[in-house]
């Protein structure tokens, strides 16, 4: 396909092969990029375009991938290149034939996860920013948990949604939140750990071997409860997968209550990103944590 030309000879010198015979075929590739496979004689890519602008996107999506790989906790796409070319931006990652999590790959999830929190740095945050969905997601390092989920996480979130026309209640209740949210967290002093950032069902699955594998990443270190909440948030990782996992590295009392937090940042951002069917649910999680104080 003429229109890929330049990002098959990047990739021919990333791997130092040459590609016969290639073929590209349009696959999904979720609600922001377009995806494609590219396959030739004895090899396949999996490779993301999207407009020359958001080059920065997959190039922080990338440099998680790759501080996941060097980890070698759990499966993720091997980086082959990233940059612009044929007038997109681009991503090229390795093909992986990917199943369903189901069975004992559930439960190897939760123990490889475990291993990959383990890993930890002094400050949370991240090297770079990055994006949650399309959304901005700063990571501006800090020493302290609590100021950096109330300014990096829950603050950002508030002034998108209040750019986007969301104010009101949401506002109103969600700085009241802001302000005490040392109540609800009182007594936590979380571990920096590496995240993944957006674990949620459609981005872990299976290999042919049955071997978990994540992907399309937005990490930071911060607290692993908020890789874990984000599982339970929309479902498709069971009771194993959670056994294995605090097995391996139990949860802290008062999971729960923080769970509802984590997952309020997903849910304003899936309020600025889709609009406002989220909106009451937003405003439902705030009034469950203000009556936790």
Known sequence: M?????IIQEIETATGMALQQTNITSIGGGCINAAYRLDSDDRSFFIKVNSPNLSAMFEAEAQGLQEMAAINAVRVPKVICYG????????????????????????????????????????????????IGSTPQINDREHDWLTFWQHERLGKQLEFAAKNGFGG??????????????????????????????????????????????????????DREADLAMTELFGGFGGDFFAAYNDTYPVEDG???????????????????????????????????????
């Open 255 to 293: 999971y729960p209550i923080r769970k509802t937090l984590y997952n309020l940042y997903h849910i304003i951002n899936h309020l600025n990103l889709f609009g406002g069917g989220y909106l009451g649910q937003a405003e439902s999680m705030i009034d469950r944590l203000l009556a936790q104080i």
């Open 169 to 222: 209640r949401l506002q109103s209740q969600g700085e009241k939140l802001q302000i005490n949210l040392d109540k609800i967290l009182q007594g936590h002093q979380p571990h920096p750990s590496l995240l993944h950032g957006d674990l949620w069902g459609g981005n872990a699955s299976a290999d042919d071997e049955g071997n978990p594998v994540i992907f399309d990443p937005a990490c930071y270190y911060g």
């Open 84 to 131: 612009v070319a044929d007038g997109y931006s681009y991503l090229a990652l390795e093909y992986i034939p990917l199943g369903s999590l189901r069975g004992n790959a559930t439960k190897l999830l939760g123990q490889q996860l475990a291993e990959l929190h383990k890993t930890q740095q002094p400050y949370f945050g991240w090297h770079m920013d990055n994006t």
């Open 2 to 6: 003429a229109q890929f030309d330049s």
